[in-house]
């Protein structure tokens, strides 16, 4: 009998002691992996995200028009190109081309485009060009380019150019858009510009 009761105590002794040492592991176990807790939680949410969130994937950059590039290349690459900066920034390498397939092409490439901000880059291009080459292509673009129907910062661009070329119909241009510019501010810009020239061609 008192072996047999012995025997039970210490069972019951072992298994209080498990019971114990089963409790302080889940007490002491760390916030950020005991199952359940919320920082556990929150980590595995992060994770879940990370890997349901789609990889940006980069826009390819065009590659550079080598110098000797013609008109009809760039006109190509511009007409590829969607975004509008990268088009306006297009403009002044074609200008500087400067020969009569740049002059026609630049008109050509304004009549199209949309972007009020690319047609002002093509029209400010010619004033980076020789005064005295193709100059019934570049007034012709002046022109177009003052009618009232362009936006404001189109026609404000192609007062500086009339008054660049320095030529008599130029200046004709100017005494025009000072009397009918729909712009009060660009007349006054045309008269004064109209005024200086002028006195440069007597």
């Known amino acids: 009998m008192c072996l047999a009761a012995l025997a039970v105590a210490a069972a019951a002794a072992w298994w209080f002691l498990d019971n114990r040492r089963d409790s302080a592991s889940f007490a002491n176990a760390s916030p950020n992996t005991a199952p359940g807790s919320p920082a556990a939680d929150d980590r595995a949410a992060r994770q879940e995200s990370r890997s349901n969130t789609p990889r940006e994937e980069k826009t390819p950059v065009p ?4 110098e000797a590039a013609s ?11 969607t975004d509008a900066a990268d088009r306006a920034r ?7 081309l400067d020969d009569a397939d740049a002059n026609e092409t630049v008109a050509r490439l304004f009549r199209i485009e949309r972007v009020a901000a690319v047609r002002e880059a093509l029209v400010s291009a ?3 060009t020789q005064r005295d080459t193709h100059l019934e292509a570049k007034l012709r673009l002046v022109t177009a380019a003052l009618d009232r129907g362009q936006p404001r910062n189109v026609r404000r661009a192609a007062l500086d150019v009339a008054a660049y070329l320095e ?3 130029g200046l004709q241009l100017l005494r025009r858009a000072a009397k009918s510019d729909p712009d009060h501010e660009l007349r006054d810009t045309a008269g004064a510009l109209a005024t200086a020239l002028a006195s440069q061609c007597r």
């Not at 590659?63 to 080598?66: G, Y």
């Not at 297009?90 to 500087?96: D, I």
């Open 126 to 128: 010619l004033a980076d």
């Open 71 to 81: 008109a009809r290349e760039f006109e190509a690459e511009y007409l590829r190109t």
């Open 63 to 66: 590659a550079p028009l080598p």
């Open 167 to 169: 030529d008599p119909r």
């Open 90 to 96: 297009l403009a002044p390498a074609l200008a500087s």
